[in-house]
């Protein structure tokens, strides 16, 4: 490897980022918030952008263009360079970040493959049981899982209707959470 290669950017790494940034924003809505009692805490705001980041990895790696599984990594690779970042700007010491992103790998890890299980099944509560265990931690208020599982559902939708092009350019539309929480 050359010295300049060691520099070099990854190809879908800045669009990566962009994708993860637009996850993020639809994850931070207040309306999600305010409509459905998702508690506004670290764990609240994680478990809501680890829904939307699965969201979209679920959606690039289904793509039969072989840059959608890249570009999921990609996202995912920005994910938790964020995660790292956040928690040493929120005081972590070096020594514990790593143990802490192993820790936020795992949580995320796992909601990931449930909800992908349950988006893929037929069985329509499925999601909202993972849901409520992993966002509300078992003690959500009434309706709410089933109603953030409509918007999963919806942004799901969205999502794969989305071109690969316009995700490989670092473009993502998710719908706004207000209406569909209206519709919900």
Known sequence: MGLLAMFRRRPHERAGFE???AAVAAAREPALFAALGVPDTVEGRFDLISLHVALLIRRLRK????????LAQA????MFSDMDQSLREM?????????RVRQAWEAFHGRALA???ALDSADDNALAEGLARNVWRGDAP???PERLSAVARAQAAHLGAQGIADLVAGRVGYLPAEGLLRDA
């Open 115 to 117: 909800y992908e299980a």
């Open 142 to 144: 009434g309706g709410a």
């Open 19 to 21: 994708l993860y940034g």
């Open 63 to 70: 793509d039969p263009d072989a840059r959608g599984p890249a």
């Open 75 to 78: 996202v995912f690779d920005a």
């Open 91 to 99: 005081g972590v010491g070096d020594l514990s970040v790593g143990k």
